[in-house]
C-alpha cells in the first residue's frame, strides 16, 4: 500500500478550496515539511487553478535540523531567522493567505539535549512573532492540513512496513478531514452547520466558567470577559471565510488567564517539540499552574512552562465530544492538529484575539485587562475523555450540564 494519489489530490483540492478559501489574484505562501513535496506541488496546482498570484513555499527538513543539534555551536540554538519571518509578514500585510503543512517526525528531537531544543523553540517564537500575529489576530485567511510523511506514518503504525503504514496514515488522515462521498467541500459545509449549533447555544449561554470533574481532573475555569465561542468556518478580517484547522471537530474560547482553579490531568500523551511527554498532571491557582508533573518528559514540560510570563497560564479552552471520528478511530497521531479533535482541550500560551469581542482591535495589554492571555507559545494538550463532566455556571450562579461522559449533554 502506498499513498493514494486520487485521495492526495482530493485533500489538496480541499485545502485550497474550503481550508484557505484562497481568492483570484492573491498570494499564497505555505510552510512545509520537504517530505510533503509531492502535497505541496498538488496544492500549488489547485491554488493556480483558483487563480492564485503567486504561490510560495518554504520547506523545512529532517536531516538539515539534526545536523544543527548534532554539529552547531552552542549559540547557534539561541538564534532565528527573523528576517524570514519579517519577509513573511510583509506578505500577509500585502494580502497574502497562509497554509501550513504539518508532517515530519512527531519524535525528532526526542534523543536531543531539551535545555537546546527549548533555547530553539523560545528563540524561534521570538523571532516568529511578526508572523504570527497576522495568524493569531486572524486578519488573514489562513489554514493547515497533514501529509503522512513516511517518519511520522511508522511512529502511528510502527508494527507495518513504512509504505504500508504511510498509505493506513493517508487513509486515516481522509476519513479524519471529511473527504469521502461525492462532493467533499459540502461535506464541511454541512459539518460546519453543526459546529455553528454548538457555537451558538454556548454564546446565548454566556457562562462565566466551565467547572471539570473527571479522574484526576477538578477544575474550575473561568472565561474572559467578552468571549466569543466560535468553531468551523470563520471570516478573518480580511473578508475571506477560510477553515483554518482540516481536520477540527472543536468549539472553542478565550479562557480568563488569571482564573482558573484547580487541577486536571491529562488523558492522552502530548507530542511537543520531538519529545512525548506522557501523564501531565497540573494544578492552577489564580489562572497560574504552580504544580506540574509528568511520567515522561517532565523536564520539557518544566522547561515548556518557563517559556515566559504567560506559558503557564491558557489561552484556549476547547470542547470535543468522545464520540468525534478521531476518538472512534483510537488512533494516537502524536500530532496536535489530529489528536486536539480527539478530546476537550486547554491551551498553555496565548489566546486567540478574535475569541474576545472586538479582540481583534485591541491592543495586546488591553486583551490582557479582559483575561486574554499573552505569551509566545501556544501548546494544546487534551483532558478531557468519556469519564470527564463538564457543567457551565452562569454569572447569577446558575448550573447548566454542558457535557457528561464527554458527550453533549
Known amino acids: 500500500m502506498t499513498i493514494d494519489p486520487q485521495k492526495l489530490d482530493r485533500l489538496a483540492e480541499v485545502a485550497v478550496r474550503t481550508g484557505v478559501n484562497l481568492q483570484p489574484g492573491q498570494d499564497l505562501v505555505i510552510t512545509a515539511p520537504m517530505a510533503a513535496l509531492e502535497l505541496v506541488q498538488r496544492i500549488a496546482v489547485h491554488a493556480y487553478k483558483a487563480g492564485a498570484g503567486i504561490v510560495t513555499p518554504f520547506f523545512n527538513d529532517d536531516a538539515i535540523t539534526l545536523a544543527r543539534y548534532e554539529n552547531a555551536s552552542d549559540e547557534s540554538f539561541d538564534k532565528a531567522p527573523a528576517w524570514l519571518f519579517e519577509g513573511m509578514a510583509q506578505a500577509y500585510k500585502n494580502g ?17 539535549d531539551p535545555e ?3 533555547r530553539l523553540s523560545k528563540a524561534t517564537s521570538i523571532a516568529a512573532k511578526p508572523a ?6 486572524f486578519e488573514v485567511n489562513w489554514n493547515i492540513v497533514a501529509y503522512p510523511g513516511a517518519a511520522w506514518a511508522s511512529r502511528v503504525f510502527p508494527e507495518l512496513p513504512v ?17 469521502d462521498g461525492d462532493d467533499p467541500v459540502a461535506n464541511w459545509a454541512d459539518h460546519t452547520a453543526n459546529l455553528k449549533k454548538r457555537v451558538d447555544w454556548l454564546n446565548e449561554m454566556n457562562f462565566a466558567a466551565l467547572h471539570y470533574t473527571g479522574p484526576g481532573t477538578d477544575l474550575n475555569l473561568g ?12 471570516p478573518a478580517l480580511n473578508g475571506v471565510t477560510c477553515q483554518p484547522n482540516i481536520p477540527t471537530e472543536e468549539v472553542f474560547t478565550c479562557p480568563h488567564a488569571y482564573k482558573v482553579e484547580g487541577t486536571v490531568s491529562a488523558t492522552k500523551p502530548l507530542a511537543h517539540q520531538g519529545s512525548l511527554i506522557e501523564n501531565i498532571k497540573v494544578r492552577f491557582e489564580a489562572g497560574k499552574i504552580v504544580e506540574a508533573s509528568a511520567t515522561k518528559g517532565e523536564d520539557v514540560l518544566q522547561a515548556l512552562l518557563k517559556t515566559d510570563d504567560g506559558a503557564s497560564r491558557i489561552g484556549e479552552v476547547a470542547l470535543v465530544p468522545h464520540s468525534s471520528p478521531i476518538s472512534q478511530s483510537g488512533t494516537l497521531f502524536y500530532n496536535t492538529l489530529f489528536d486536539e479533535n480527539a478530546s476537550c482541550h486547554i491551551a498553555l500560551g496565548q489566546c486567540y484575539a478574535d475569541t474576545i469581542k472586538g479582540g481583534s482591535e485591541l491592543k495586546p495589554e488591553e486583551l490582557q485587562q479582559l483575561g486574554g492571555n499573552q505569551s509566545l507559545i501556544h501548546v494544546d494538550w487534551m483532558m478531557g475523555s468519556d469519564a470527564v463532566d463538564i457543567d457551565g455556571i452562569k454569572k447569577d450562579g446558575t448550573i447548566v450540564p454542558v457535557m ?3 458527550e453533549w449533554a
Open 163 to 179: 509504505e504500508e503504514a504511510q498509505g493506513k496514515l493517508m487513509d486515516a488522515i481522509y476519513d479524519a478531514s471529511r473527504l
Open 116 to 118: 537546546k531544543v527549548a
Open 223 to 234: 472565561l474572559a470577559e467578552g468571549h466569543i465561542w466560535k468553531g468551523g468556518a470563520s
Open 404 to 406: 457528561r461522559a464527554g
Open 132 to 137: 504570527m500575529e497576522p495568524i493569531v489576530g
Open 96 to 112: 497574502a493567505a497562509r497554509m501550513a503543512i504539518t508532517g515530519d517526525d512527531p519524535m525528532l528531537l526526542a534523543d536531543q
